[in-house]
């Protein structure tokens, strides 16, 4: 059973920084793709960022240029960097696997961008 683990969520001021991080087992990391998404309340979860097993990567709009996605295959980790957070980037953010046609969802953690 793969579980994915995310943290590094919080409460931030608009123009701050915060990684987000989700650790993943019970699968061979190297072979999956990985994605972050996010809710805000009252809306659809959305794409935020993915990335490939051969590191390639892409982001949604509204991030590009301040958000960097990125992986540690010895690790196990995935990670998100999020830069110059506006207030429109609260919500909770869920990593993703995707590997062998099989998705699997982590349990989300919480960011707040206070303006």
């Known amino acids: 059973q793969v579980q994915l683990v995310e943290s590094g969520g919080g409460l931030v001021q608009a123009g701050g920084s915060l990684r987000l991080s989700c650790a993943a087992s019970?699968?061979?990391?190297?072979?999956?793709?990985f994605y972050w998404y996010r809710q805000a309340p009252g809306k659809q979860r959305e794409l935020v960022a993915g990335?490939?097993?051969?590191?390639?990567?892409n982001y949604v709009d509204s991030v590009k240029g301040r958000f960097t996605i990125s992986r540690d295959n010895a690790k196990n980790t995935v990670y998100l960097q999020m830069n110059s957070l506006k207030a429109e980037d609260t919500g909770v953010y869920y990593c993703?696997?995707?590997?062998?046609?099989?998705?699997?969802w982590g349990q989300g953690t919480q960011v707040t961008v206070s303006s």
């Open positions: 990335i490939t097993s051969a590191g390639a990567t």
């Open positions: 993703q696997s995707y590997g062998r046609g099989r998705r699997y």
């Open positions: 019970g699968t061979i990391f190297s072979d999956n793709s």
